[in-house]
Nanobody
């Protein structure tokens, strides 16, 4: 059974940093195209950053140069380091893992950036 558990969200001032974690079970973080998405109030869920199946990374234009996705295969965990946070980064952040034709999601962690 695949489970994704996010942590690390919270309240931070603009310009600050947070690191989100996604602990995976039932799949391997090293061999899957895992990633992070976010959904702000009243908006659709959007890609933030992800690993591709080939091991490369994709970032939304809005976070390039500020956010970094990484993974620790020994811990089966994917991280999202978020620097220079802006109020418009406020959203619920979800971990995602496509696996065997099913898209798995965590329950999300709330990030609130105050101005």
């Amino acid at each position: 059974q695949v489970q994704l558990v996010e942590s690390g969200g919270g309240l931070v001032q603009a310009g600050g940093s947070l690191r989100l974690s996604c602990a995976a079970s039932g799949i391997s973080s090293s061999s899957n195209a895992m990633g992070w998405y976010r959904q702000a109030p009243g908006k659709q869920r959007e890609l933030v950053a992800r690993f591709t199946s080939g091991g490369n990374t994709n970032y939304a234009d809005s976070v390039k140069g500020r956010f970094t996705i990484s993974r620790d295969n020994a811990k089966n965990t994917v991280y999202l380091q978020m620097n220079m946070l802006k109020p418009e980064d406020t959203a619920v952040y979800y971990c995602n893992a496509p696996f065997q034709f099913i898209n798995y999601w965590g329950k999300g962690t709330l990030v609130t950036v105050s101005s």
